[in-house]
């Protein structure tokens, strides 16, 4: 946070296959970084996330990494089912607040 | 289930009407934040209290205002409502104040303005 950049905007993948979604951001003291899952109509739901003392952690079939030096952090999906179908969102410590990516919508083709 | 609740679930007003959306954090939790989401956009960062304080405030315009009452339920009010503010709202609380903290989302309002 302050500043942060998430790509793609959207991705398309075959049921069974693997997503990932990148997220960097500007502030190198910024030490959480969550990620929220938002379905149709829905708010978002945090499904992973990640502090600055580890690298990796996994959940699942979910995990994300962490890159302190690049400052950037990844979401990965494995094994990729249709309920996986949503808009993805990165965030990071702001000033008072999380700052938000601006969204991955993730489409899982049968 | 986030724990965090709000009311209404939809809310179809007109034009310069005024209208308040409630949010009730979880329990335990002494911050509340509020967000603007519009079609297929990103989350907009509106303003966040911290146990009855205003802490920190982002693209809210004049016309909205939130306060947090002592039993730490939010309130967010929006005046002479314009089309533009079609849109869904949510709140999200968590612990404590700032950006390390986990933050849970409620389900939203969704306001329709005609």
């Known amino acids: 946070g302050e500043n942060v950049e998430q790509h793609p905007s959207t991705l398309s993948v075959q049921e069974g296959d693997s997503a990932v979604i990148k997220c960097t951001y500007s502030d190198s003291a910024s030490n959480y970084f969550p990620w929220y899952k938002q379905e149709l109509g829905k708010g978002p739901q945090l499904i992973i996330d990640i502090r600055s003392n580890v690298g990796e952690k996994k959940d699942q079939r979910i995990a994300v990494t962490l890159n302190k030096t690049a400052k950037h952090f990844s979401l990965h999906i494995t094994e990729t089912q249709p309920e996986d179908s949503a808009v993805y969102f990165c965030?990071?410590?702001?000033?008072?607040?999380?700052?938000f990516g601006q969204g991955t919508r993730l489409t899982i083709n049968p | 289930d986030s724990g965090v609740t709000q009311t209404p679930k939809h809310l179809i007003t007109a034009t310069g009407q005024r209208v308040t959306l409630r949010c009730s954090p979880r329990s335990g939790d002494l911050s509340v934040y509020w967000y603007q989401q519009s079609l297929d956009q990103g989350l907009q960062f509106l303003i966040q209290y911290y146990n009855g304080e205003e802490r920190a405030k982002g693209n809210i315009l004049e016309r909205f205002s939130a306060q947090q009452f002592p039993d730490l339920h939010s309130e967010l009010n929006l005046s002479s409502l314009e089309l533009g503010d079609s849109a869904l709202y949510f709140c999200a609380s968590q612990e404590g104040s700032g950006g390390s903290y986990e933050q849970y989302f409620g389900p939203g309002t969704r306001l329709t303005v005609t």
């Open positions: 965030a990071a410590p702001g000033a008072q607040k999380l700052v």
